[in-house]
Antibody
Framework: QVTLKESGPGILQPSHTLSLTCSFS??????????VSWIRQPSGKGLEWLAS???????YNNPSLKSRLTVSKDTSNNQAFLKVTSVDTADTATYYC???????????WGQGASVTVSS | DIQMTQSPSSMSVSLGDTVTITCRAS??????VNWFQQKPGKSPRRMIY???NLADGVPSRFSGSRSGSDYSLTISSLESEDVADYHC?????????FGGGTKLELK
């Protein structure tokens, strides 16, 4: 059974860097075809894909966030990470990580981590 | 980026209704469309994958279809537990893009 759980700071100040961790079980990011995606959702709004990281280390970021995103992984500890630099109030959202494996795209999601950017 | 235009944005429904939600893709995305259900305060749940395939554990009253660039999610004989938000997703090419969402509300 695949499970994921996001963790983050809860609240941070504008211009700071947001760091999120996705801790997962039921799969390995060293296994061929496995990946983790990050998605966010401002309160009352739609879903936005942010980035994905794959078993082979390949990463893909949403160009709309330009170069503010960095995704990485710790295969040994079954974790994936997302960093968002220079946050502002528009980055206030619930951030999710989701499993993708082979042809199964976003078939399991974490519970979400609420992030508020406020001074 | 590929745009997924989802309609309607909200819908007033009654129990027992047949409900259809549609996403129109701005360019060909083949079969690479998923549908998700999201209840208040919960994370999305995959309902349909590759346009027409029912995900594990999803009731058979849910179905997905495709007609050209239009992708539809149909709920037959709506039950109270189906009242939620629904989102489509294309993953044919990066960046994956979601539709704007459809909120089902009981009359």
């Amino acid at each position: 059974q695949v499970t994921l759980k996001e963790s983050g700071p809860g609240i941070l100040q504008p211009s700071h860097t947001l760091s999120l961790t996705c801790s997962f079980s039921g799969f390995s990011l060293s296994t061929y075809g496995m990946g983790v995606s990050w998605i966010r959702q401002p309160s009352g709004k739609g879903l936005e894909w942010l980035a994905s990281i794959w078993w082979n280390g390949n990463t893909y970021n949403n160009p709309s966030l330009k170069s503010r995103l960095t995704v990485s992984k710790d295969t040994s500890n079954n974790q994936a990470f997302l960093k968002v630099t220079s946050v502002d109030t528009a980055d206030t959202a619930t951030y999710y990580c989701a499993h993708t494996g082979g042809l199964s795209v976003m078939d399991a999601w974490g519970q979400g981590a609420s992030v508020t950017v406020s001074s | 980026d590929i745009q997924m235009t989802q309609s309607p944005s909200s819908m007033s429904v009654s129990l027992g209704d047949t409900v259809t939600i549609t996403c129109r893709a701005s360019q060909d995305v083949g079969i690479y469309v998923n549908w998700f259900q999201q209840k208040p305060g919960k994370s999305p749940r995959r309902m349909i994958y590759r346009a027409t395939n029912l995900a594990d554990g999803v009731p058979s009253r849910f179905s997905g279809s495709r007609s050209g660039s239009d992708y539809s999610l149909t709920i037959s004989s709506l039950e109270s537990e189906d009242v939620a938000d629904y989102h489509c997703l294309q993953y044919d090419e990066y960046p994956p893009t979601f539709g704007g969402g459809t909120k089902l509300e009981l009359k």
